[in-house]
Every structure is written in C-alpha cells, then in structure tokens.
C-alpha cells in the first residue's frame, strides 16, 4: 500500500506515533531501530502482511521509523496506524491511543528518528504548577468514569446484531442490521463490524443496515462492537457441494479465484496443478495460496474428534519456500486452526482452538514444524477440549481450550503453493459419525 501523510490533531499525536513504533519493534526483535538496515524493514513488511493482511512497504515503514528523511514530520493514514496498532494487539489505532495516552511532550522513542515539535514551557521556579493540568485530567477521567460505570452495558444491552441472509453459497453477499427494543440507544456510528473473514476489515453502521461480500466458502462469526466493544455476534454460513478450490494471492486481499477443475468435488485426493491455478488467473511465479474448502453440516461433536489426512506440501517453487499446509475446523460458534510448516518458517505458524490462541511471532511454534513437502500422516484428536496432534503416529503437540465449538460445519485445508492432501476422515469418538 502506497501510504500518504495525514495531518496529526496536534503534536502528541507524534508522541503516540513513537510509543506504537516502539512497541511495534519490541515484538520484532531485540535489535534497536537506529540499527535497523533494510532487511529489517522487509521482514517488518512481511510480518505485517502475515499478521493484518495490510502491505506496507519497506519504504513507508522507513519513512514511519525516521530511517528515511521527508520534508517534514510524516504522520501516516489511518489505515496504516490501525495496522501498526494491530500488529501489536490492539483492534485498532484509536483504542491503540485510548489505552496508551500522553500526558506530556517527551519524545519516549528515543531509538526512532521521529520527534515532535517542541513546545514552549512554563518559566516558573515552582514545579508543582506544573502538575495541576495533569491532576485536573486525572479528576476529570475519574469523575467520567463513576459517573458512566454500568452506563455502557444499560445502553447496548437491547442491542443485537442480525444476519439477515446467513447461509448461502460464494460469492454471497451478507446484510446485517442491528436489532434494537425500544430505541437506539446512541447513534449508529459508534456501532461497528468486523466480518470475520480474515481481511480485518472493520465498518461503521451510517444506518442499521450495512452488508459484505464474501468470496470463500467456509463459516464466519461477524462480531458487532460498540465504541471498540465486543458486544454481540452472528454468523454467515456458506456451504459447498462437496470439494471447491480458491487460490489467492499474496499481498492482494480484494479478491480471489476459483479454480475450474470439474472433478475435485468428489475427488479422494485433492490436487489442482499449477496450470489449472494459472487459467484461474494466478501469476503462478508469485507467491499463492489454495483453499480446499468441503462445508456441509454434520452431527459430529467438535470437541470430541479425530481428524486424519495423508498431506504433502508444496515443494519449493518461485515465491514458496514454506511448504505450509494448514486445516480449519469450522464449528457452530468458533473454530478450530492448526498450522504445520517447515521448521525455520515458525515464525509464520499459528494455531487457534476455540479461544486458544498462539501466533509464531510472539510465541514459540517450533513443536508444530514439519517439511510437509514429502508427505506426512497427520492426526488431530480432540477430546473433551484437549488437543492432540500427531505427525506420522508421533505426538507432537497438546494443549486445551474451555469454550465448546458446537457441532463440525465443514473443513478447510489450505496450502501456499501446490499441495495436495488424501483420504481425510473426521470420526466423532463417540457416535462414530464420519465425515
């Protein structure tokens, strides 16, 4: 993405700007900023596309950073520092700010080259003037927040989000709109949606009624927030006759590409070449993913399963290395995600089970890396909320979760280049139902 300067509100907003870039190059390394080269800056834009599915460049983050010198202070758009903001775990860069606010105008980032216009201070021996602008905000803030404790939750409580046309097939496009008893409580553009499919993109309702369009099949759980609150959530549910096949590229989240191939949908073994991405209209020499996506209703439990499946991996070929290969589970209410990918690709791994969360950057994945490029049987027991993975008969991973997925709504086994997977099975371990 080609970002352009806005103008900053005032010159904290460069303060707030530092302390994200400071927090944003903690979770990267050790390495201080000032001894950032441009490898650095490239494996920051890589893991930002990772992380949000936005693309910055290594030259809008070296202008962000101070690496690279502009004519004046740059501040970037808003969507650039909601993807900073996100990046470090925050919804966006407005809670970003209400979490981390500034009280004065001390450049705290002293490894980054971005400082913001001085100010004129008081001339006055006595210091303790200094701090009664700050205890008056402080009275102020506790004062708001007695006042309005509960006020929140009474406002939005008869509040609900609805998917007026849940199920259906891709493309699909979904309209919610907000159930509301009585009157809405506050006005509508403090109501936002995040539409669960991965793009992160967030909407605000002008009115009650707002809609998305999907492009891959699978199940998704929009989720309604209220001033940057997660308040409520629904569902769109799109089913497949059988087996479909999506390719994607990297660094392009505005659309994807069904790939034509009239036997996959019933197919013991799911493959689709490199030729038949490429008429799909794929530059096969750049980076791309495949989605496999098989999304029906079954009466199996999701937390008491076994899923097998024999899986090979992209070999390596222009833009691939990885030979990830990862499968979604899609419940009635959460999902199930288990990444496996070569060794030193960890970084990029994650996992998801219910509420379970781990993501490579920041956490140690190293258990769940494989060279899936030759092939590998692969096991996902789930019982009673505990998960185990096998690769080739061996544990190699466990970990456990609290919140029940409902039953199993489909599956999805997504790869970077052109793998291929067979004779994958889903067996409820106690009915015996299989998928």
Known sequence: ?????????????????????????????????????????????????????????????????????????????????????????????????????????????????????????????????????????????????????????IEVKNVTLHCLNPIGQTPHSAFFKLDVKGTLPDSASNFFIDFGDGKLKKASFRDTLLSHYYEVPGRYYPILYYKNRSIDTAYVYLQTKGWTATAALWKDTSRVYPVLNPGIAQSKMLYVSALEVFKAGIDTNRTFFIHYNNIKPTGINGDNFELSVNITGSADRPGVRCAQADITIFGESDQHYLGIIKPECATWNLYQFSENHKDGIKDDLRALGYDLSKGADVKLRVENKRVKVYINSKEVFQTKYNHPIGTIMGVEVYFSGIGHFENLTITDLKTGEKF
């Not at 890589?46 to 070296?62: A, D, I, P």
């Not at 007695?146 to 929140?152: E, F, L, Q, S």
Request: hydrophobic share 35%; proline share 5%.
């Open 1 to 153: 993405m080609d970002d352009h300067s806005e103008q900053p509100e005032n010159s904290l907003s460069f303060q707030q700007l530092d302390i994200c870039c400071k927090k944003v190059a903690e979770k990267v390394g050790d390495k201080p900023v000032a001894d950032w080269t441009n490898s650095d800056y490239v494996k920051l834009s890589g893991l930002l596309l990772h992380k949000t599915r936005v693309h910055l460049s290594e030259n809008t983050l070296k202008r962000i950073f101070g690496k690279q010198k502009t004519s004046g202070y740059y501040y970037p758009q808003k969507a650039t520092r909601d993807a900073l903001a996100q990046f470090i775990g925050y919804r966006d860069y407005y809670e970003f700010e209400l979490v981390n606010p500034v009280a004065g105008n001390k450049n705290v980032l002293t490894d980054v080259a971005i400082t913001a216009p001085e100010t004129v201070k008081p001339k006055t021996n006595n210091k303790r003037w200094l701090y009664l602008p700050l205890l008056i905000i402080g009275i102020a803030i506790v004062f708001f927040v007695v006042k309005n404790i509960g006020k929140g939750n």
